[in-house]
């Protein structure tokens, strides 16, 4: 019997692995697939959280949902490769030996390389960053709504309350 082990339950992750179990007879090979959770965020609908068009849970699947039959699911935070031993260790202590691996954890964006810039009239332009995660979506959103009612007339009808700079800053993504 051989292993496939693949690290990530998202997009790549869980295309992989539909993909080749319908390829792959499950007399020969088991396949095992790893997330630290159970949750699969939709990430293009990140772009619509700050605008108040989806909340986290539009966009937040069971994992279980996207994985087929066959295919075992482990929950588990993975710790590091062990190439040599061709193993996995996840921070529990577990180990998933493998003899074929497939790695789709992921990226993580720099909030430095791409911050996005809100500016306003009364605090100038500031950096905001939104890390590509839902926490950084609902952050941006705030932030934005804190904008627009500062621009709004109803909300600051004085001159002087324009004018005044903003005490309380934007969030930073989570
Ligand atoms: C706002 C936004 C809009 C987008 N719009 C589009 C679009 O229109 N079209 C398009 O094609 N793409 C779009 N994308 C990009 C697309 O969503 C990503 O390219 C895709 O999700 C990447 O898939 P992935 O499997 O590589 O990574 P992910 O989907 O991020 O999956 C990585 C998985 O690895 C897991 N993981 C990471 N580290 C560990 C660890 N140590 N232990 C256990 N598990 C771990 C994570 O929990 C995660 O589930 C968009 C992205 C964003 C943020």
Not at 110 to 123: E, L, Q
Request: some cysteine; proline content about 5%; overall charge positive.
């Amino acid at each position: 019997m051989q292993r496939l082990l693949v690290l990530g339950g998202g997009t790549a992750g869980t295309m992989v692995v539909n993909k080749l179990r319908r390829k792959l007879d499950p007399a020969d090979w088991q396949i095992t697939i790893v997330d630290q959770d159970d949750k699969h965020l939709y990430q293009p609908g990140f772009l619509f959280i700050p605008f108040g068009v989806y909340q986290e849970s539009d966009v937040a699947r069971s994992r279980h949902r996207f994985i087929p039959d066959g295919v075992e699911l482990v929950l588990g935070e993975i710790d590091r490769v062990d190439a040599d031993a061709r193993e996995v260790l996840l921070t529990d202590g577990r180990r998933l030996g493998y003899d074929y691996l497939v790695i789709a954890t992921g990226s993580i964006t720099s909030s430095r390389a791409a911050p996005i810039r809100i500016s306003h009239p009364s605090s100038g332009s500031a950096r905001r960053s939104w890390s590509r995660t839902a926490s950084g979506a609902r952050s941006l959103g705030r932030c934005a709504a804190r904008c627009a009612r500062r621009r709004s007339p109803a909300t600051s009808a004085s001159s002087s309350a324009r004018a005044r700079p903003s005490s309380r800053r934007c969030p930073t993504s989570g």
